[in-house]
């Protein structure tokens, strides 16, 4: 006997319901490995190539292990994280991280651990681990950490084990006293210097213990010998000599500046009372006007050189016609009586008369034509050309 026909629909949608339940929880086990208990949720996304964070795990996961990816925890994976809130232990160690922002972890209230090993983070911004109140264990270990800002350890209160091993750090300065138990700074390349002077003295006044002591070491400036960080001879004196003189360098650069940005206001004043009461601002001058100078002073002296040149002949040629230029007839006249007066008042010389002193004024005015047109020639016999005549 076969069952109504409404018990069979609903047999149909139930069994539809428990197909649709058995594959959603096959793909969860697929893309998601998470285990439950009454106490915690841990999902182990390890090896998997990923390059973001998963956004099909539980919201209420406690344990996330995504270590051996290509994270780089960009934007996007920080909104991710955010939305668990509940996460005690967070892994990305073996990740292409390089760079922590500000607030990477904001929300993580309830985080413990945090294990950040093994990737390439060269720069740790001020505020990156802020809200990590409840924070315990911080691992940096096996990056490219070359320096950290003295404040950005300062929000985390409950810090236990700090593991900065195997990065660049040749110095730390920190400006409040260390809250940790324990600290691993072995593996950096610290310098025996001033700026190393306030981590050994808080690491020796705070007792902390630091793991593997033997190897953490520093070696002084243009030195290859190397001392254990808590017992090489930094001398307080020369510190505070060193940063006296620094001081004064910095102020004595500063005064200079000052001095010169006042001068500068004073020559070029920024601002001009107008006719309205109301200060106009003046425009900067800039380069172009010197550049603009320096052309036009080019182009008028090679105009001027040019000028020069060509009317250097002319004027040449002017200055010789005047210096050779010919008597006028009021000038032979007078150069007549001069020499007249000139002949009459000069005493006489022996052996001469005046048909002498004659012949020689016709020689002188030999240059003067005749007023009859005619030349003279000297090949023409003149008493035989009057014989013809008369």
Same mark, same amino acid.
């Given at each position: 006997?076969?069952?109504?026909?409404? $018990?069979?629909?609903?047999?149909?949608?139930?069994?539809?319901?428990?197909?649709?339940?058995?594959?959603?929880?096959?793909?969860?086990?697929?893309?998601?490995?998470?285990?439950?208990?009454?106490?915690?949720?841990?999902?182990?996304?390890?090896?998997? $190539?990923?390059?973001?964070?998963?956004?099909?795990?539980?919201?209420?996961?406690?344990?996330?292990?995504?270590?051996?990816? @290509?994270?780089?925890?960009?934007?996007?994976?920080?909104? !991710?994280?955010?939305?668990?809130?509940?996460?005690? /232990?967070?892994?990305?160690?073996? *990740?292409?991280?390089?760079?922590?922002?500000? $607030?990477?972890?904001?929300?993580?209230?309830?985080?413990?651990?945090?294990?950040?090993? *093994?990737?390439?983070?060269?720069?740790?911004?001020?505020? =990156?681990?802020?809200?990590?109140?409840?924070?315990?264990?911080?691992?940096?270990?096996?990056?490219?950490?070359?320096?950290?800002?003295?404040?950005?350890?300062?929000?985390?209160?409950?810090?236990?084990?700090?593991?900065?091993? &195997?990065?660049?750090?040749?110095?730390?300065?920190?400006?409040?006293?260390?809250?940790?138990?324990?600290?691993?700074?072995?593996?950096?390349?610290?310098? %025996?210097?001033?700026?190393?002077?306030?981590?050994?003295?808080?690491?020796?006044?705070?007792?902390?213990? !630091?793991?593997?002591? *033997?190897?953490?070491?520093?070696?002084?400036?243009?030195?290859?010998?190397?001392?254990?960080?808590?017992?090489?001879?930094?001398?307080?004196?020369? %510190?505070?000599?060193? @940063?006296?003189?620094?001081?004064?360098?910095?102020?004595?650069?500063? =005064?200079?500046?000052?001095?010169?940005?006042?001068?500068?206001?004073?020559?070029?004043?920024? $601002?001009?009372?107008?006719?309205?009461?109301? #200060?106009?601002?003046?425009?900067?001058?800039?380069?172009?006007?010197?550049?603009?100078?320096?052309?036009?002073?080019?182009?008028?002296?090679?105009?001027?050189?040019?000028?020069?040149?060509?009317?250097?002949?002319?004027? &040449?040629? #002017?200055?010789?016609?005047?210096? #050779?230029?010919?008597?006028?007839?009021?000038?032979?006249?007078?150069?007549?009586?001069?020499?007249?007066?000139?002949?009459?008042?000069?005493?006489?010389?022996?052996?001469?008369?005046?048909?002498?002193?004659?012949?020689?004024?016709?020689?002188? #005015? =030999?240059?003067?034509?005749?007023?009859?047109?005619?030349?003279?020639?000297?090949?023409?016999?003149?008493?035989? &050309?009057?014989? /013809?005549?008369?």
């Amino acid at each position: 006997m076969l069952p109504p026909r409404s $018990n069979r629909k609903a047999l149909n949608m139930k069994l539809s319901w428990l197909v649709i339940w058995a594959g959603t929880l096959f793909l969860n086990s697929v893309t998601a490995d998470c285990n439950s208990t009454s106490q915690m949720v841990t999902c182990e996304e390890s090896g998997k $190539n990923l390059s973001n964070i998963p956004t099909n795990l539980f919201q209420n996961v406690t344990n996330l292990s995504l270590k051996n990816n @290509k994270i780089t925890l960009k934007d996007s994976d920080k909104d !991710i994280l955010q939305s668990f809130i509940n996460l005690t /232990e967070l892994y990305l160690n073996e *990740n292409m991280i390089t760079l922590l922002y500000n $607030n990477s972890f904001c929300n993580l209230t309830k985080l413990i651990i945090l294990d950040i090993s *093994n990737n390439q983070i060269s720069t740790v911004h001020k505020a =990156a681990f802020a809200g990590l109140n409840q924070l315990l264990v911080l691992n940096l270990s096996y990056n490219m950490i070359t320096q950290l800002d003295s404040g950005v350890f300062t929000s985390l209160n409950s810090l236990t084990v700090l593991n900065l091993h &195997y990065n660049l750090l040749k110095s730390f300065d920190i400006k409040s006293a260390l809250k940790v138990i324990k600290i691993v700074l072995s593996g950096n390349p610290w310098t %025996c210097s001033c700026d190393l002077l306030d981590l050994q003295i808080r690491l020796t006044a705070s007792g902390v213990a !630091i793991e593997n002591e *033997n190897n953490t070491t520093c070696t002084f400036p243009n030195t290859e010998e190397r001392f254990s960080i808590q017992t090489a001879a930094i001398l307080l004196a020369d %510190c505070k000599t060193q @940063k006296a003189s620094l001081e004064n360098t910095i102020t004595s650069t500063s =005064a200079i500046k000052l001095r010169r940005s006042a001068l500068l206001t004073t020559l070029t004043p920024k $601002n001009i009372t107008g006719n309205n009461g109301t #200060h106009a601002e003046l425009p900067r001058l800039g380069k172009s006007w010197t550049f603009l100078a320096g052309v036009l002073g080019f182009v008028l002296s090679t105009t001027l050189l040019i000028f020069t040149a060509i009317k250097c002949p002319t004027w &040449y040629q #002017h200055l010789i016609s005047y210096r #050779h230029r010919r008597l006028e007839e009021r000038d032979s006249e007078m150069f007549e009586q001069e020499f007249s007066a000139d002949m009459s008042s000069s005493p006489t010389v022996s052996g001469t008369d005046n048909e002498d002193a004659t012949v020689i004024f016709e020689k002188i #005015h =030999a240059f003067v034509p005749g007023e009859d047109g005619f030349i003279e020639d000297k090949y023409i016999d003149i008493d035989s &050309y009057v014989t /013809e005549e008369s």
